[in-house]
T-cell receptor, first 113, second 113 residues
Framework: QKEVEQDPGPLSVPEGAIVSLNCTYS??????FMWYRQYSRKGPELLMY????GNKEDGRFTAQVDKSSKYISLFIRDSQPSDSATYLC?????????????FGTGTRLQVTL | DAGITQSPRHKVTETGTPVTLRCHQT?????MYWYRQDPGHGLRLIHY???????DKGEVSDGYSVSRSKTEDFLLTLESATSSQTSVYFC????????????FGQGTRLTVV
């Protein structure tokens, strides 16, 4: 079983919809959580970064962490065709040589007109 | 784009040949990483560096070596390329600390035939 699980999709939604992307994890030591967006044939781009539990909002994006359920979410409001990409979650236990970033395999999102 | 340049962007090489990929950054960040990305596996860490001449192995380091003789350059060498090393390779840096949120380059698409 992988440490981080992410549904590969594709997830297809109409323009303007609210999108919910999720990851589950098994390592209770994870406390740093990130979301990346990756366009086709491009490098991952950091979207959101949160520490421990709670919500964080940035424009149309909201990241949510529920450590008790080992579950993180990324919500995209008023989705646009330009949001069509693969979304990767990543997490780590702590900084330093004893830790590493563990990535989900990504969810492909398609926002249709 | 965090000032990261990867070269080459695309390469086709033959089995058994050595290959070196270069990552150059312009902002003197201390922490640099090499990842590979494969379908179904997500991003996996090959090697990382926490300073000039300071490097360590990641989770998939077999068959790879790295060098960092200057802060701005991090080289990844495939000592004797195999078909299993066909992948997209990403260089990344982190600003805050080792294994915190990472910023990625555009990737190198390597095909071993």
């Amino acid at each position: 079983q992988k440490e981080v699980e992410q549904d590969p999709g594709p997830l297809s939604v109409p323009e303007g919809a609210i999108v919910s992307l999720n990851c589950t994890y098994s390592n209770s030591a994870f406390q740093y959580f990130m979301w990346y967006r990756q366009y086709s044939r491009k490098g991952p781009e950091l979207l959101m970064y949160t520490y421990s539990s709670g919500n964080k909002e940035d424009g149309r994006f909201t990241a949510q962490v529920d450590k008790s359920s080992k579950y993180i979410s990324l919500f995209i409001r008023d989705s646009q065709p330009s949001d069509s990409a693969t979304y990767l979650c990543a997490m780590s236990a702590r900084t330093g040589t004893a830790s590493k970033l563990t990535f989900g395999t990504g969810t492909r999102l398609q926002v249709t007109l | 784009d965090a000032g990261i340049t990867q070269s080459p962007r695309h390469k086709v090489t033959e089995t058994g040949t050595p290959v070196t990929l270069r990552c150059h950054q312009t902002e003197n960040h201390r922490y640099m990483y090499w990842y590979r990305q494969d379908p179904g596996h997500g991003l996996r860490l090959i090697h990382y560096s926490y300073g000039v001449k300071d490097t360590d192995k990641g989770e998939v380091s077999d068959g790879y070596s790295v060098s960092r003789s200057k802060t701005e350059d991090f080289l990844l060498t495939l000592e004797s390329a195999t078909s299993s090393q066909t992948s997209v390779y990403f260089c990344a840096i982190s600003v805050v600390g080792l294994n915190t949120e990472a910023f990625f380059g555009q990737g190198t698409r390597l095909t071993v035939v």
